[in-house]
Nanobody, 120 residues
Framework: QVQLVESGGGLVQAGGSLRLSCAAS????????MGWFRQAPGKEREFVAA????????RYADSVKGRFTISRDNGKSMVYLTMNNLRPEDSAHYYC?????????????WGQGTQVAVSS
């Protein structure tokens, strides 16, 4: 049962932009919090951004504040990450995450991820 599917990654030059999308299905579509994490080769997975169901509650890692914007469309069960002014250090595999507590035991869902590569 597919819960999260990411898309929108690719190769971009430094200073460029990308928009990642994450389609949620099943129980993940009613997630209390949805977010984006990333993992570069040889590094641990790190938090990037998160947004609550009310969409007014957002949080960002310091490294992306002012450059990345997370948004959410509950009607379409989608979450987006708009990334501007990309830097080579933003290169990583980006994962969509959904934390669900309503309708059953709390659970975290993860997508398969999408690759972002930023060239200098």
């Amino acid at each position: 049962q597919v819960q999260l599917v990411e898309s929108g990654g690719g190769l971009v030059q430094a200073g460029g932009s990308l928009r990642l999308s994450c389609a949620a299905s099943g129980r993940a579509s009613s997630a209390d919090v949805m977010g984006w994490f990333r993992q570069a080769p040889g590094k641990e997975r790190e938090f990037v951004a998160a947004i609550g169901w009310s969409v007014a509650n957002v949080r960002y890692a310091d490294s992306v504040k002012g450059r990345f914007t997370i948004s959410r469309d509950n009607g379409k069960s989608m979450v987006y990450l708009t990334m501007n002014n990309l830097r080579p250090e933003d290169s990583a595999h980006y994962y969509c995450n959904a934390f669900v507590s309503r309708g059953g035991a709390p659970v975290n869902y993860w997508g398969q991820g999408t690759q972002v590569a930023v060239s200098s």
